[in-house]
């Protein structure tokens, strides 16, 4: 009997953050934030606009903003298996924040979708599943210190 390996295609995570729903926000509405080992709040973008975050470790990554729904909701387009690549269908995920109040700060839940319908052989795009898996978890502990500290921007 031959039996298909099944691709994850989901991340999520969340966290609880001690500050502000405007103060989340204003560092989740940046395009791309999470790229790289360093968090990046300067790139501003509206809907449909697509900015490039240039990592020196990494390469350089292009990140559409699909939709920014004030304060609450935030979804960006991203290539992270290819860097310098321009976004397809076929090399890009899906990146969506939700913030969530809670009672002494907000909660902020990301999920990245799309990893199965990625171009490449099945070791390829678990590869691709397993990194950001393991990404995510510095990234939203990266965003929680930016958001509890006086002197992030």
Do not use: C
């Not at 790229?35 to 509206?46: I, P, Q, S, T, W």
């Not at 990245?112 to 510095?138: K, P, R, T, V």
């Amino acid at each position: 009997m031959i039996q298909d390996k099944v691709v994850a295609d989901i991340i999520e995570k969340d966290i609880f953050i001690k500050a502000t729903e405007e103060r989340v926000w204003s560092l989740v509405s940046k395009a791309g934030f999470w790229v790289g080992e360093d968090l990046h709040f300067e790139h501003e973008a509206a809907e449909g606009q697509t900015v490039t975050i240039e990592t020196d470790k990494w390469g350089n990554f292009p990140v559409r903003v699909e939709s920014l729904k004030p304060t609450r909701y935030a979804a960006y387009r991203w290539a992270s298996s290819v860097p310098g690549a321009d976004l397809s269908d076929v090399n890009s995920t899906l990146v969506e924040f939700t913030i969530v109040p809670a009672s002494g700060g907000v909660t902020v839940k990301v999920r990245e979708s799309g990893f199965a319908g990625l171009a490449g052989d099945h070791i390829f795009l678990q590869q691709q599943y397993e990194g950001n898996d393991g990404g995510w978890q510095d990234q939203m502990a990266n965003l929680k210190r930016a958001a509890e500290s006086d002197t992030a921007q």
